[in-house]
């Protein structure tokens, strides 16, 4: 069995919303990179020096990294930007010291996790691992699964993990926007399967800035997703808090208020549509194997059925919703980012459709056709913001909905986006009241 032949520092296989950004980090830091992917417009995207999706300061690391570079065999001098290229063969990650798994890890909807996207990844590089590579995933996993990688190449090919090929699970905890800032920040946490993953894979994270923790992999594994869960369900109160108050005609702004105000065991979120990529189905990976079954499970329904409380509180305000013009403000599954995958805003838009109501949309961030905004508010008899972009946060986006949606229109905004701290109003209303309660 002889060692691995690599001409690379390390690869990264996936070059979605995480792979992408730390193979331009990793590259920015002068290591020769392989990036891998096998969708070829991604791939096309990046070939062209074009981001395929929004992230902080990503366009100007790509901009600047030398790509696809002739010479990548040839060590990158000292101090100098280090190289990108790009494949769509996952074998050909093996020609990296260093392997990053950084694919798509989602859940069957029978809440199990779904490792095909990592399985396959790991068949193609069977035949091509060598001892002195290491593996490393970096998706997010459910308890086990690292070792299960360990076990399988060990199963396979017989090697000894830890002495002859690393095996690691070092999670990605970023948030998107603030990847490049995140990276040297965040501890990164690297759990190392046998004796010698754990120094070896901190080797690779030691280029960047950020203290490394070293664990267990399945202490790594729990952390990732605990962190996630804790979010998950941090929201959840709030928004049943929500729910509760509508049920009692009380003010939930007002509430959490009272809650928080001066209050050192405080610390309330405040409530707004919870989902996403991560969020909406990393809790699965616990609650498949529960020992509490179905308690994550009603943290997710809470936050899946806000759209639903938002629609019933508008109807029993409005009455039918059918064939009046509602528009929906923000596609995307948060503030200010492009990335609507998981966005509880387009399971609103279906529920309005089932109401038959005409439903008309505007974001300014996603990849998604939508209308202008003056052509969704148009005469609009109802206004949602699905998501709080901070062009819908000023003032002025207010004044706007009031002067050109339909007289009485009833703006619906969970997230209290002008202080005005009223889920369910009308316009009028609420350009009278201003800003009396902080946002999120
Ligand atoms: N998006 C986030 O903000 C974030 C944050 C932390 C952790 N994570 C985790 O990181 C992982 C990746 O998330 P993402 O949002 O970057 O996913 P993504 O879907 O944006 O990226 C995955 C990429 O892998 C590619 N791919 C799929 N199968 C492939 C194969 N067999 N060979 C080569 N390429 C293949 C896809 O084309 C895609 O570009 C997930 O486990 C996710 O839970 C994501």
């Known amino acids: 069995m002889g060692t691995s032949q690599t001409n690379a520092d390390v ?5 979605g ?4 950004p730390l193979a331009l980090s990793f590259a920015d830091r002068g290591l020769r990179v392989i990036g891998v992917d096998n969708d070829p417009v991604r791939l096309g995207a990046a070939r062209d020096g074009r981001m395929p999706f929004a992230e902080t300061g990503a366009q100007e690391l790509l901009d600047r990294i030398a790509l696809d570079p002739p010479d990548a065999g040839s060590p990158v001098a000292p101090g100098e930007p280090g190289s990108l290229t790009l494949s769509e063969r996952v074998a050909d990650a093996a020609r990296a010291r260093h392997i990053v798994i950084t694919l798509g890890t989602p859940s069957f909807s029978h809440i199990e996790i779904d490792m095909r996207d990592i399985r396959s990844a790991l068949d193609d590089l069977l035949g091509v691992l060598a001892p002195g590579h290491s593996l490393i995933l970096r998706s997010t996993v459910a308890p086990g699964t690292t070792e299960f990688v360990a076990g399988y190449v060990a199963k396979h090919r017989g090697f000894d993990i830890g002495e002859e090929v690393m095996v690691a699970h070092a999670p990605e905890r970023i948030a998107a926007g603030r990847f490049l800032e995140e990276i040297d920040t965040l501890p990164c946490i690297i759990g190392g399967v046998g004796r010698r993953s754990g120094e070896v894979v901190a080797e690779l994270f030691g280029v960047f800035d950020a203290p490394i923790v070293h664990t267990t992999p399945v202490q790594a594994e729990l952390a990732k997703i605990w962190t996630n869960i804790l979010r998950y369900a941090n929201f959840a109160l709030p928004n049943l808090l929500m729910m509760d108050c509508e049920r009692y005609s009380a003010n ?17 979120a405040q409530p707004g549509f919870t989902a996403g990529t991560c969020l909406r189905k990393d809790f699965t990976f616990s609650e498949e194997r529960s020992a509490a079954p179905g308690m ?3 943290v997710s329904r809470v936050n899946e059925s806000v759209p639903l409380f938002l629609l019933e509180g508008a109807k029993r305000r409005l009455g039918s919703l059918a064939n009046r013009k509602v528009a929906v403000l923000g596609l995307a599954f948060k503030a200010d980012t492009d990335d609507e995958r998981d966005s509880l805003a387009h399971k609103l838009i279906r529920l309005l459709e ?4 005409d439903v008309a949309v505007h974001d300014p961030h996603v990849p998604t056709p939508t209308a202008s905004f003056e052509e969704a508010v148009d005469g609009a008899e109802m ?10 946060r000023e003032p002025a986006a207010l004044a706007a909905i009031a002067e050109r949606a339909a007289q009485d229109c009833l703006v619906v905004d969970p997230w209290n986006c002008w202080g005005a701290a009223q889920v369910f109003a009308y316009a009028s209303e609420l350009v009278t009241l201003g800003p009396t309660h902080p946002a999120r």
């Open 354 to 357: 089932r109401e038959l109501a």
């Open 383 to 392: 206004v949602v913001v699905a998501a709080n972009h901070s062009e819908f």
């Open 252 to 268: 939930v702004f007002e509430v959490i208020d009272l809650i928080n105000r001066n209050y050192p065991r405080g610390g309330i």
């Open 17 to 20: 919303r995480v792979g992408l």
């Open 11 to 15: 690869a990264v296989v996936g070059l």
């Open 296 to 298: 994550l499970l009603a």
